[in-house]
């Protein structure tokens, strides 16, 4: 019997990494996690679409 399992690490990429430290560094007590959700994911695109203005990244 074969057995399909495929494993992801955190953080997958550049983005990730860094949104997660950006978020580090900030004071979220009292944030939902829904909240919580929101900032990273406006982290990670602020980041990626700052490389991506910048000339060094392409995106599909």
């Not at 983005?15 to 004071?27: H, K, R, S």
């Not at 900032?39 to 392409?58: L, N, P, S």
Request: net charge negative; charged share 20%; no cysteine.
């Amino acid at each position: 019997m074969a057995e399909n399992t495929s494993f992801t690490a955190f953080p997958a990429n550049k983005f990730e990494a860094l949104a997660m430290l950006y978020m580090q560094n900030q004071n979220l007590s009292g944030f939902t996690p829904e909240q919580l959700l929101d900032k990273f994911q406006d982290a990670y695109a602020r980041i990626r679409d700052h490389e991506r203005a910048r000339g060094q990244v392409t995106y599909n």
